[in-house]
T-cell receptor
Framework: DQQVKQNSPSLSVQEGRISILNCDYTNSMFDYFLWYKKYPAEGPTFLISISSIKDKNEDGRFTVFLNKSAKHLSLHIVPSQPGDSAVYFCAASAPGAGSYQLTFGKGTKLSVIP | GAGVSQSPSNKVTEKGKDVELRCDPISGHTALYWYRQSLGQGLEFLIYFQGNSAPDKSGLPSDRFSAERTGGSVSTLTIQRTQQEDSAVYLC???????????FGPGTRLTVT
């Protein structure tokens, strides 16, 4: 039973345009969400996070939107750059004793075309 | 500063052999995590350490898997009698405190032949 789903295994975007990566979750206990970026042969790198008390968090070119009623979050990258080409993982955690355990989606491979 | 390091970066072993994977977390990080990523899958949580204690071992796939952490720093993940389904990238992460953003190492790619 996959609790965090990234339904698009891949996405191609032209340089300078917006990249939108989507993530859905099923566990209503999740209250903290993160996006990680992974290059080949490297570990995932933390990108941006959002708490369930917010619906938007912005950091430079990266914005994460959270729709709790739809159990959906998205990562927007504007403008997209070739260096953004990587696999992006959505992750979530629940409060309390389980807050250490991140549940990851399977990832979306983003290709930014120059 | 130095990030999370893992060794070896690659390990090829024969089915039935034991392997040890090592993780050096970021200095001062009290929490340490092990994950694995099988081909085409997301990261699967294995075990979590707070200091030298592992409050939750429920993610370990079988009793062939064990992990320890010493001195609140280095951790070793041991897989006994490896099987082909153990082939995966094993990732270690650390954080300052429980629940904080986790910083990942580059992983160990394990191939069981």
């Amino acid at each position: 039973d996959q609790q965090v789903k990234q339904n698009s295994p891949s996405l191609s975007v032209q340089e300078g345009r917006i990249s939108i990566l989507n993530c859905d979750y099923t566990n209503s206990m999740f209250d903290y969400f993160l996006w990680y970026k992974k290059y080949p042969a490297e570990g995932p790198t933390f990108l941006i996070s959002i708490s369930s008390i917010k619906d938007k968090n912005e950091d430079g070119r990266f914005t994460v939107f959270l729709n709790k009623s739809a159990k959906h979050l998205s990562l927007h990258i504007v403008p997209s750059q070739p260096g953004d080409s990587a696999v992006y993982f959505c992750a979530a955690s629940a409060p309390g004793a389980g807050s250490y355990q991140l549940t990851f989606g399977k990832g979306t491979k983003l290709s930014v075309i120059p | 500063g130095a990030g999370v390091s893992q060794s070896p970066s690659n390990k090829v072993t024969e089915k039935g052999k034991d392997v040890e994977l090592r993780c050096d977390p970021i200095s001062g990080h009290t929490a340490l995590y092990w994950y694995r990523q099988s081909l085409g899958q997301g990261l699967e949580f294995l075990i979590y350490f707070q200091g030298n204690s592992a409050p939750d071992k429920s993610g370990l796939p079988s009793d062939r898997f064990s992990a320890e952490r010493t001195g609140g720093s280095v951790s070793t993940l041991t897989i006994q009698r490896t099987q082909q389904e153990d082939s995966a990238v094993y990732l270690c992460a650390s954080s300052r405190i429980q629940g904080n953003e986790q910083y990942f190492g580059p992983g160990t790619r394990l191939t069981v032949t």
